[in-house]
């Protein structure tokens, strides 16, 4: 891991798994348990979270202990090599249990069921069923047949599933703040990324149930969503009608619709693409209090030649005036971002240029990797991954440094300050302080009040920080 820890969970594939627990009673119980873990993304958690919901409408109950499981489910993630290595170690953790319990279903879902498809039952002879990210529908149809004997499969990716009718499951939630997926699939080629191969083609779901889905959640107490997609700017959604097309509705025109569900929902979203993200959205979250004002643009590289390499199809001036945007119309916007050293030809030169285009933004937070390279991608087709791995790792641990030091220095912006937080329950070090973020996303501790409860927005003074948090106090 080369990551600093901060609270910026909504975007972190590298995460490992959890066991899931689920919150509502299914409708009739079948005897059987499901057990559910996730890896990758946070569209990935989500999508447990709509495959828990399916289930459970088949009569399954959940369990947090795999050991007891009938089925068990483990949502993948092909992102880097070592996402996939982890995924094959849990796994083989699986085998004991299987043994004690022959009529146990092992199914593998997500990216790498995707990725591999049926080679996955040669490799892993556990495994029972592989289903890819768009046939979960399918999924009670492919317990049955593995219980009738067979290893069954389904990787059918399609152009319109986006799940729209099915409403989540919210699993291991803290009862305040959850995500909606907006949209699914990547159209966007960037040499170096699997996604657009596991995840099909880009499709915007339909901002009436996504709408609804926020409605829903704050009317059962949640007071924050996130909207996900893998560009969410890209979103546009229109209606058919008799006679042609509703006029569309863009990710600015969703946000608006979001934000005005009630002044007390917040509302979060991640990816932004740096090529689409525009002016309008820019200004749609300065018109909204509850809009947050934190946006993560990944870079991956601050390098024109080398992002032109990547098929980014944006330049460093290109990123810099979109972030200079930021700053003229948001000026108290807090900005994440993903880097990637090392990609195929990486120059000494060129990776400075990623340091300094750190240090000209002053990220609030960064994810960053050394470059994987993907079976299939147009990167392990056209270029040679040559920046030996020690090249990498070293370049790595300069970004990861800089970027330590830049967290702490914008976190130090905000002591001194007042900042609305919202509970989102207990400190995890101290059963006597709550936790919870600001508008720009970052974790703050502070003591419990009995006057407030979680799910309250609160007004606390930040006092000083640590190198990933702020301590305060509540001031009424
Ligand atoms: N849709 C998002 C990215 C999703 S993948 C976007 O376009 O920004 C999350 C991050 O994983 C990427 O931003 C990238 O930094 C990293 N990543 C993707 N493929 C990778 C690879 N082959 N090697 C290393 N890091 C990779
Ligand atoms: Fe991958 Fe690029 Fe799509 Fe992001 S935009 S998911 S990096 S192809
Ligand atoms: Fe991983 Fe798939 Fe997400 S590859 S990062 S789980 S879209």
Redesign the pocket.
């Known amino acids: 891991m080369f990551e600093i820890p901060t609270s910026a969970k909504q975007?972190d594939?590298s995460r490992q798994g959890e066991a899931l627990l689920l919150e509502k009673d299914p409708k009739k119980h079948n005897g059987r348990k499901l057990y559910i873990e996730s890896y990758g993304?946070q569209m990935n958690f989500s999508d447990s979270e709509i495959v828990a919901s399916i289930l459970l409408d088949s009569g399954f109950e959940t369990t947090r202990d795999y050991k007891e499981a009938d089925v068990i489910f483990i949502n993948t993630c092909s992102?880097?090599e070592n996402a996939e290595q982890r995924v094959r170690n849990r796994l083989k953790e699986f085998e004991s249990a299987k043994a004690k319990n022959p009529g146990m279903v092992v199914g593998v879902l997500g990216c790498m069921a995707e990725r591999l498809k049926s080679k996955f039952l040669e490799e892993e002879k556990l495994v029972d069923v592989v289903v890819g990210p768009d046939a979960y529908r399918d999924l009670p149809n492919l317990i049955e047949k593995v219980d009738e004997g067979s290893r069954a499969v389904n990787v059918l990716l399609s152009r319109e599933e986006t799940y729209a009718d099915i409403s989540p499951v919210r699993l291991n939630s803290n009862g305040v703040t959850a995500f909606i997926s907006i949209m699914r699939g990547?159209d966007?080629m960037?040499s170096?990324?699997?996604?657009p191969f596991t995840r099909g083609r880009e499709r915007s779901r339909d901002p009436q149930s996504i709408v609804k889905e926020a409605q829903d959640l704050f009317h059962a107490g949640y007071r924050e969503v996130t909207l996900l997609g893998?560009?969410v700017d890209s979103y546009k959604y229109a209606a058919p009608t008799a006679d042609g097309e509703e006029p569309a509705v863009n990710f600015a025109n969703l946000l608006e619709l979001v934000a005005q569900v009630n002044p007390l929902l917040r509302v979060r979203f991640s990816?932004s693409?740096p090529k689409d993200i525009t002016d309008e959205v820019l200004h749609t979250m300065g018109k909204y209090e509850n809009i947050c004002k934190y946006i993560h643009l990944?870079i991956?590289s601050g390098n024109s030649r080398v992002l032109n390499l990547m098929n980014r199809t944006y330049d460093r001036e290109w990123y810099k005036e979109r972030v200079d945007a930021i700053r003229r119309i948001i000026p108290n916007c807090g900005i994440s971002t993903?880097?990637?050293t090392g990609f195929c030809s990486e120059t000494e030169e060129e990776h400075q240029d990623t340091l300094s285009m750190m240090d000209y933004v002053k990220y609030d937070y960064a994810?960053m990797?050394?470059?994987?390279?993907?079976p299939g991608?147009l990167?392990a087709k056209r270029y040679a991954d040559d920046v030996p791995e020690e090249v990498k790792k070293r370049r790595l641990t300069e970004v990861v440094n800089k970027q330590r030091e830049h967290s702490l220095e914008r976190l130090q912006t905000y002591v001194g300050k007042t900042h609305s937080v919202l509970i989102e329950g207990l400190s995890k070090r101290s059963d006597k302080d709550y936790c919870g973020r600001n508008d720009q996303n970052a974790m703050v501790v502070f003591p419990v009040d009995e006057r407030y409860h979680v799910g309250d927005y609160v007004k606390v003074y930040a006092d000083r920080c640590t190198s990933a948090t702020l301590i305060g106090r509540i001031v009424d």
Request: one cysteine or more; glycine letters at 0%; aromatic letters at 14%.
């Open positions: 975007h594939e993304c992102i880097r990547c966007n960037c170096f990324c699997v996604v893998q560009n990816t693409h990944p991956q993903d880097v990637i994810y990797f050394a470059y994987s390279e993907r991608t990167a």
